[in-house]
């Protein structure tokens, strides 16, 4: 069982940088493909950045493209999602994700480990 736990959700204002990190135990993430989601209110949940195992190279929704970076550490077991020039149509519940069995993290995928959320409100 693998367990995910987020942290640096705050309050910011618009322009801001800010780092949310994902902390997993339970399972080594250096065999899994993770990535962060987004929820914002009234809103579908949505695939915000990934890290597919097997990938050179990231995935990241249009919406974020160029401002957002994840990253992740495998030798701490965790990821981070950096996010800068930060909007106020950013504001969401962040979610941590993982997937494991050399499945990948996409918009129609739900991967069975999530961290329970951590709160981003941008003001303008």
């Known amino acids: 069982q693998v367990t995910l736990v987020e942290s640096g959700g705050r309050l910011v204002q618009a322009g801001d940088s800010l780092t949310l990190s994902c902390a997993a135990s339970?399972?080594?993430?250096?065999?899994?493909?993770v990535g962060w989601f987004r929820q914002a209110p009234g809103k579908e949940r949505i695939l915000v950045a990934a890290?597919?195992?097997?990938?050179?190279?990231?995935q990241y929704n249009d919406v974020v493209m160029g401002r957002f970076t994840i990253s992740r550490d495998n030798a701490k077991n965790t990821f981070d999602l950096v996010m800068n020039s930060l909007k106020p149509v950013d504001t969401a519940v962040y979610y941590c994700?993982?997937?494991?069995?050399?499945?990948?993290?996409?918009?129609?995928?739900?991967?069975?480990?999530w961290g329970r959320g951590t709160q981003v409100t941008v003001s303008s």
């Open positions: 339970g399972e080594t993430i250096s065999t899994a493909s």
């Open positions: 890290l597919n195992w097997g990938d050179a190279t990231p």
């Open positions: 994700a993982a997937t494991y069995g050399y499945t990948r993290l996409t918009q129609t995928t739900r991967p069975p480990f």
